[in-house]
């Protein structure tokens, strides 16, 4: 599967952005989806996650309350809704599938990632 991340750009703290993860292939709903992003200079960290129907979602202490992950099957598509953001959000965010397998936060469980989108925010 291919994944394209979009939807990231420029806001002030506080405000929000919503990024898409838009999938190729017939096999989405076999991909648990996962959010990450890294910061210049630090390591890839893991934002969120998603069960194959959407039912589930999982997210990282640092954003939970404030990020809001969903998917759209038929669309073939993941989103990751972030209000309140910060600037310590600032990062290039990764979308990642992981085929049959779900609820993972390291990245070498994931098997295929999109080319990130970046986030700046700023204070």
Same mark, same amino acid.
């Given at each position: *599967? ?15 952005? &919503? ?6 292939? &017939? ?5 648990? +989806? ?9 390591? &890839? ?13 999982? !997210? ?21 809704? +972030? ?10 965010? !990764? ?5 049959? &397998?779900?609820?993972?936060? +390291? ?11 970046? *986030?700046? *925010?700023?204070?």
């Amino acid at each position: *599967v291919q994944l394209q991340a979009s939807g990231g750009g420029l806001v002030q703290a506080g405000g929000y952005l &919503r990024l898409s993860c838009a999938a190729s292939g &017939r096999t989405f709903s076999s991909y648990g +989806m996962g959010w990450f992003r890294q910061a210049p200079g630090k390591e &890839r960290e893991f934002v969120g996650g998603i069960d194959w129907s959407g039912g589930s979602t999982y !997210y990282a202490d640092s954003v939970k309350g404030r990020f809001t992950i969903s998917r759209d099957n038929a669309k073939n598509t993941v989103y990751l809704q +972030m209000n309140s953001l910060k600037p310590e959000d600032t990062a290039v965010y !990764y979308c990642a599938a992981a085929l049959l &397998r779900w609820g993972a936060t +390291m990245t070498t469980r994931y098997d295929y990632w999109g080319q990130g989108t970046l *986030v700046t *925010v700023s204070s």
